[in-house]
């Protein structure tokens, strides 16, 4: 079984400043997928980043950016430029590509980012 | 247009009731999923299903049945309420490996 664990469980940031978000997982597959996904307030899960364990270029989107290190099976997520709207609980997830149509997600438990003014 | 949607958002129920949660996805996507956010954020799969095909069924009580009619649709039922299935839960589409759209919850309460 994947497990996923995120090690902070709040963090907190200036706005304008970088943050780095931890994860790290433990499988025994070999092709898989991680996500960061973004849930403010509002309740929504909103997709942030995706990255593809066979590609080794980190995934970027706009202001989001990832560092994959696939031995270590670390996948932090820098968020640079931090604005107010950032603030959110971002979940780290892990996604198996075996397992015919099995995609589920296992999550990691959530860091709570607060972005201050 | 919203891509996934969930009725109802809120439901306030008593124990021992039995409740339905619907979903709808019009995103053309084969796979539907329901997962279960608790007091302490944690999300959890559920069920999972491809083409109408269950998939996917997590340790899940009996209470719980998914029921998809077709594609676009896969609806939650709940039987005999209990007090701990208070949580937020969420349905969400994909296509193979791509994105999960996510859905905007509905907030359970049973007393």
């Known amino acids: 079984a994947q497990t996923v664990t995120q090690s902070q469980p709040e963090m907190s940031v200036q706005e304008a400043e970088t943050v780095t978000l931890s994860c790290t997982y433990d499988?025994?597959?070999?092709?898989?997928?991680l996500f960061w996904y973004k849930q403010p307030p509002s309740r929504q899960m909103i997709l942030v980043i995706r990255?593809?364990?066979?590609?080794?270029q980190n995934a970027t989107e706009n202001r989001f950016s990832v560092n994959f290190q696939k031995a270590a099976k670390s996948f932090s997520l820098k968020i640079s430029d931090s604005q107010l709207g950032d603030t959110a609980m971002y979940f780290c997830?892990?996604?198996?590509?075996?397992?015919?149509?099995?995609?589920?997600?296992?999550f990691g438990k959530g860091t709570l980012l607060t972005v201050n003014p | 247009d919203t891509a996934v949607s969930q009725t109802p958002k809120y439901l306030v129920t008593q124990m021992g009731n039995d409740k339905s949660i619907k979903c709808e996805q019009n995103?053309?996507?084969?796979?539907m999923y329901w997962y279960k956010q608790d007091s302490k954020k944690f999300l959890k799969i559920m069920f999972s299903?491809?083409?109408?095909?269950?998939?996917i069924n997590e340790t899940v009580p009996n209470r719980f049945s998914p029921k998809s009619p077709d594609k676009a649709h896969l609806n939650l039922h709940i039987n005999s309420l209990e007090l701990g299935d208070s949580a937020v839960y969420f349905c969400?589409?994909?296509?193979?490996?791509?994105?999960?759209?996510f859905g905007p919850g509905t907030r359970l309460t049973v007393t």
């Open positions: 995103l053309g996507h084969d796979t």
């Open positions: 299903y491809n083409n109408k095909e269950l998939i």
């Open positions: 990255q593809e364990a066979y590609k080794q």
């Open positions: 997830a892990f996604m198996r590509k075996s397992g015919g149509s099995n995609y589920k997600l296992t």
């Open positions: 499988t025994s597959e070999n092709n898989y997928y």
């Open positions: 969400a589409s994909s296509q193979d490996f791509n994105e999960q759209y």
